[in-house]
């Protein structure tokens, strides 16, 4: 399974990398939300999940959100924003346009997991 890290922070990039890889998945990374459409666009297989943050140059997480979900072909695809932004209009406004779930940084590898577990997105191939 692919999991998809979109962060503009190198070492954010690493954390959410090691934490998924050490969950099993295959990993992908993009800087901002136009390399991960050019990422996706690129390759026939589509990841299970992806961690996205929202504010990154070129195009930021929710325009990632709304362009991945305008595209049938990337419908499945479980997104979760992973993300400073703490408003609650930003959340509303991230679930609107098709996040599934939401953290705030700073965040634990726990809560990482269990926000999966929570989508039913695992390693063992399938998705809930």
């Known amino acids: ?7 503009d922070s190198r070492a954010m990039r ?8 050490q969950l099993g998945f295959e990993v992908w990374q993009a800087g901002n939300g136009r390399e991960a459409l050019d990422l ?9 999940v992806a961690l996205v943050d929202w504010n990154m140059p070129e195009m930021n997480g929710l325009e990632f959100v709304t362009a991945a979900r305008s595209n049938p072909k990337y419908r499945t695809m479980t997104m979760m924003m992973v993300t400073t932004e703490g ?3 930003q959340i509303v406004r991230a679930l609107a346009a098709g996040a599934h779930e939401y953290v705030i940084k ?10 999966l577990a929570l989508l039913g997105v695992s390693t063992n191939g399938a998705t809930a």
């Not at 399974?1 to 962060?7: G, K, P, Q, R, T």
């Not at 700073?106 to 926000?115: G, L, S, V, Y």
């Open 14 to 21: 690493l954390i959410l990398t090691r934490i998924t890889g």
């Open 106 to 115: 700073p965040f634990t590898p726990d809560a990482i997991e269990e926000k």
């Open 40 to 48: 996706l666009e690129a390759s026939d297989v589509v990841p299970a």
């Open 1 to 7: 399974m692919i999991a998809l890290v979109i962060d």
């Open 87 to 89: 408003e609650q209009s």
